[in-house]
């Protein structure tokens, strides 16, 4: 038994710790944030320098896709939405009218210049700009439609598109920035310049879009009127490619489009789907080193 002193001196402890302590007051949470609506995603979507998600195009993705204008001030938007789930996979600056590179247009003539931004299902594979001047002279697609694809290494990222003030700030596969006018989509600054939409009514004489590229990668670009331009053949003629590296060599080498897109129909189809035949940046450095007898070591570190 305990002395009396000493029980009375531990009992009130010994009755505090039996006491439940008061409750701390709980903090009050914050408010919920709401659920992304589709426009944020596809805004937050646009506006990230994200590597590719995959290697190579899957078959049920390559050509699913749908067509969008409004959501993004001044861009046509390309979705699809795999497992129900909203993907960018393409966007589009169209210039309908401007007093440099489109005065037809500002006449109501319909003409047009469109740069259009693919990565169909966000694969390294197919990552390429195409542009496209549709001179409204005969009104005939084959005569009319004049096309040029550029495809930019090392394919870094998915491009990107931000609007800043009265500019849209798009990346290239490659990271490099390039600068359009958001009200008329006039090329206006980083590494590719533009010059106007030729329109001579000789269809054979009229240029196809040019497009300089001025960044440190390497571009390869086909064009073609009426055509798709990665056939090595059109109306049986032999027609090239051009590569441009201009960082390091003034002059472009010419290669032949079969060396790059695959130009076999596949069983079933009557006309090539006009694939890549190569299967990574590598081995685009690859052909072209021995095509061209380049140096692209530099390229290589790159990516």
């Not at 937050?44 to 409004?70: H, K, N």
């Not at 979705?79 to 007093?99: I, M």
């Not at 129909?265 to 009557?270: A, M, S």
Request: hydrophobic share 35%; glycine share 6%; net charge positive.
């Amino acid at each position: 038994m305990l002395p009396r002193k000493l029980f009375w001196f531990l009992f009130p402890l010994a009755l505090a710790a039996c006491t439940t302590p008061p409750k701390t007051p709980e903090k009050p949470q914050p408010p919920a944030r709401p659920a992304p609506t589709a426009k944020d995603t596809v805004t937050r979507q646009l506006a990230s320098d994200r590597p590719p998600e995959r290697e190579r195009v899957r078959e049920a993705y390559r050509f699913d896709r749908a067509i969008s204008m409004g959501r993004v001030p001044g861009v046509r938007l390309y979705t699809y939405e795999p497992a129900r789930s909203e993907k960018v996979v393409g966007f589009a600056l169209v210039d309908k009218g401007s007093q440099r590179i489109n005065p037809r247009g500002l006449r109501g003539t319909g003409a047009r210049r469109e740069f259009l931004f693919q990565f169909p299902d966000r694969a390294r594979e197919e990552v390429f700009l195409s542009v496209l001047d549709d001179v409204r002279i005969s009104k005939k697609y084959s005569q009319d439609n004049m096309f040029r694809e550029m495809h930019f290494f090392p394919r870094r990222q998915l491009p990107s598109l931000r609007h800043k003030g009265d500019r849209i700030e798009v990346r290239l596969p490659t990271g490099e920035p390039v600068l359009f006018d958001a009200r008329t989509a006039e090329i206006v600054g980083g590494v590719l310049k533009e010059a106007p939409i030729d329109f001579n009514r000789n269809r054979h004489a009229r240029h196809n879009p040019r497009i300089r590229y001025a960044g440190s990668g390497l571009l390869i670009t086909a064009a073609q009127r009426g055509e798709a331009p990665r056939r090595a053949r059109v109306w049986g003629q032999r027609k090239y490619a051009e590569v441009w590296y201009p960082a390091r060599y003034k002059k472009p080498c010419r290669i032949s489009p079969a060396l790059l897109w695959d130009q076999r129909p596949k069983k079933g189809d009557t006309d090539p789907r006009l694939t890549w035949r190569l299967k990574s940046d590598s081995a685009v450095l690859d052909v072209v080193e021995k095509r061209c007898h380049w140096q692209l070591d530099a390229l290589r570190r790159q990516g």
